[in-house]
């Protein structure tokens, strides 16, 4: 970890280049790498010496944003993917089998609760989910001997719940479990979660990170931290079979273990990394993400104070509105902002809502969050429509919530759209 700042590690970290090479991060684009001798590629294949084999498993542009994101996020590695939910899927597999459980928060993304509920659960890991208003006790009572972690999301999305690090980090451990932490909304911008005590941290890169809506993809972060030596994962601390007995808390410590296992056996396996172009487009949007979070939250912060003002909105849930249940996780774990993203509720219900996006005009409605361009979407109706009525109650979604992604265009423009667009709706 460098010891920079963050804004300074946005722009520097990752690429270093030496002298009279280019200055900008140079994306190679080749599958292949060359090599002088056999041997030299038979150690590598061992995972004896460092460096590239094939770009499923690695690639030096790629390798050099997962270094400015693990950076960024204070961790000992990161491992890129194709997307966010390819993340959550590599992050969750490598420390479970079939027969295992973990332990997720209710309220999360909703392609994370098919992948969990439906998905996972296919493959035989079970999840047991914690909802809103269970006691300590009943969180205790989901745990048994094979669960393997507890996973949730810094502020969730669209429930714009914010993870009670002091509550749930402490439970896991006692259990002996990792805290896996989802923290895309909140970006390290806002939240450093292996500061809070989790151990692995996964993002949609798709949001915030990326900021312009251009490419899809995902990243795992080690927190280096955890002790997996406990007895519950023999697979990072015996051999494995499928890597001539490579026994990866042995040979890469514990602190690089689980990333190490997440590249070389479920990338290897899997097949699902970031291309060397996508992550070159992914580090143009690193190098703003500290000036672009900052003034989404700024931006959001107010049109949330515009909204919970107008008589035509009957709710607005924005973590850091005084009055919202959130207020004081906010105000604790979220460095003085709490992203773009705004659910509120038009007088009028399901259609008053339906009325008010289709009245905007600088806001466009798009299956998409946290990107420089202000946004709208109605999740029941689009990217929850597969959740039943239980599910989306307790992911926090109500018919009429509309989710509002604030872009970082003039606050003023922003408000004056929603203004006439809310008039419209009560027409
Ligand atoms: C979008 C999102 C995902 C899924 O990421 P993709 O890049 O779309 O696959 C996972 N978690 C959260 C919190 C998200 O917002």
Not at 7 to 18: H, L, N, V
Not at 257 to 280: C, E, H, N, W
Not at 314 to 326: G, I, R, T
């Amino acid at each position: 970890m460098s010891k920079y700042s963050i804004e300074t590690k946005c722009i520097q970290s990752g690429y270093k280049p030496g002298n009279g090479e280019p200055r900008t991060l140079p994306v190679n684009i080749s599958t292949t790498y060359k090599y002088d001798s056999s041997e030299h590629l038979g150690k590598l294949f061992d995972l004896k010496v460092d460096g590239h084999m094939y770009t499923r498993i690695s690639n030096p542009t790629v390798a050099c944003v997962e270094d400015k994101i693990a950076d960024l996020e204070g961790g000992t590695g990161a491992l890129l993917t194709s997307s966010g939910q390819a993340a959550n899927l590599i992050a969750i597999l490598n420390i479970t089998s079939a027969g295992d459980n973990i332990v997720s928060m209710s309220s999360i993304y909703g392609g994370t609760v098919n992948l969990f509920a439906v998905t996972l659960k296919k493959m035989g890991i079970e999840t047991r989910f914690v909802t809103e208003n269970m006691t300590d006790d009943e969180v205790d009572a989901l745990f048994d001997d094979r669960t393997r972690l507890v996973f949730g999301e810094t502020i969730a999305n669209p429930a714009l719940t914010v993870f009670d690090f002091d509550r749930y980090v402490p439970i896991a451990h006692k259990h002996g479990v990792p805290v896996m932490i989802d923290n895309t909304f909140a970006t390290p911008i806002l939240c450093k979660p292996f500061e809070l005590g989790a151990d692995i941290v996964i993002h949609s890169t798709t949001k915030y990170m990326d900021g312009h809506a251009t490419v899809v993809g995902g990243v795992i972060v080690d927190g280096g931290r955890f002790n997996w030596d406990n007895g519950k994962y023999p697979e990072l601390t015996t051999p494995d079979t499928s890597y001539h007995g490579v026994v990866y808390t042995r040979d890469f410590g514990c602190d690089k273990a689980y990333i190490t296992k997440a590249r070389v056996q479920l990338m290897r396996d899997f097949g699902v990394p970031l291309s060397p172009m996508s992550s070159f487009i992914l580090n143009l949007g690193l190098e703003t993400l500290a000036l672009r979070v900052e003034r989404h939250s700024e931006n959001a912060m107010k049109v949330a104070d515009y909204l919970s003002k107008s008589d035509k909105v009957s709710w607005v849930s924005y973590p850091l509105l005084e009055n919202n249940k959130e207020y004081e996780k906010a105000k604790k774990y979220l460095n003085g902002g709490a992203s773009g993203v705004i659910s509120f509720g038009v007088k009028g219900g399901r259609d008053a809502a339906v009325k008010f996006m289709d009245s905007l005009k600088l806001a466009a409605i798009v299956v998409h969050v946290a990107d420089a361009r202000t946004s709208v979407l109605h999740p029941a109706s689009t990217t929850h429509r597969q959740l039943t009525d239980e599910q989306l109650v307790n992911a926090g979604i109500t018919p009429d919530l509309v989710r509002l992604s604030v872009g970082i265009e003039n606050v003023n423009d922003i408000i004056a759209d929603i203004e006439q667009a809310l008039t419209e709706s009560q027409k």
